[in-house]
């Protein structure tokens, strides 16, 4: 079936202690992609990713890091996080170079708690 | 700033009738929207999409307009069903960078 997949769904933590939400996906595209969602603000862009080794800022990307070493994963990592990191987040992929027109298929999503 | 704005925190409707949910824009240089329906603890699905060279995209119950000059869309759901209940997204491409950027939802509730 295919899928992108969040790790963890849920997950409850303290300010400062790093932590990594991995995100796979089995459709082998090139463009992957970070969001978190918030109340009244709907959905922002944290990193996007064109391909393997590329990666790119977003509209919200401080306090964040991703890598793509590989072409399936793509984790978030937040190094120090702080409570205005809680939040909703989602991962996405899309089989072209980050048009726009190709629709993106999202995870579950990640609920983060900070405290 | 919010460049895309939904401006219906939630609507209902009756089974069997109209939708019609409306997204706004301030940025002319949006060239491609969507839309994305959510189910709660579901990431969001793609659901139908318009190019700002046409006013008008049509798929089976669900159809977007785009009225470029007010800077509109507006999603109709004809007939409306149970299944059809879910938070329902607009979404703006950057014609700049490709990335899109997105409202902050409606939710609709359909009453059987």
């Known amino acids: 079936e295919a899928q992108v997949t969040q790790n963890p769904r849920y997950l409850i933590t303290v300010t400062g202690k790093k932590l990594t939400v991995t995100c796979s996906q089995n459709?082998?595209?090139?463009?992957m992609s970070w969001y978190r969602q918030d109340p009244g603000l709907g959905l922002r862009q944290i990193y996007y990713?064109?391909?393997?080794?590329?990666?790119d800022k977003g509209d919200v990307p401080e306090g964040y890091k991703v890598s793509r070493k590989e072409k399936r994963n793509f984790p978030l990592i937040l190094e120090s996080p702080s409570p205005n990191q809680t939040s909703l987040y989602f991962c996405?992929?899309?089989?072209?170079?980050?048009?726009?027109?190709?629709?993106?298929?999202f995870g579950d999503g990640t609920r983060l708690s900070i405290l | 700033d919010q460049q895309v704005k939904q401006n219906s925190p939630s609507l209902s409707v009756q089974e069997g009738r109209i939708s019609i949910l409306n997204c706004d824009y301030t940025?002319?240089?949006?060239?491609?929207f969507l839309w994305y329906k959510k189910y709660p603890a579901e990431g969001p699905t793609f659901l139908i999409s318009i190019s700002s060279i046409k006013d008008k995209n049509e798929d089976g119950r669900f159809t977007v307009f785009l009225n470029k000059s007010a800077k509109h869309l507006s999603l109709h759901i004809v007939p409306s069903q149970p299944g059809d209940s879910a938070v329902y997204f607009c979404a703006a491409r950057r014609d700049s960078n490709y990335q899109l950027i997105w409202g902050a939802g409606t939710k609709l509730i359909i009453k059987p």
């Open positions: 459709m082998n595209h090139e463009y």
């Open positions: 996405a992929s899309s089989p072209e170079t980050g048009t726009g027109r190709q629709p993106q298929h």
């Open positions: 940025n002319s240089m949006f060239d491609y």
């Open positions: 990713s064109m391909n393997v080794e590329v990666t």
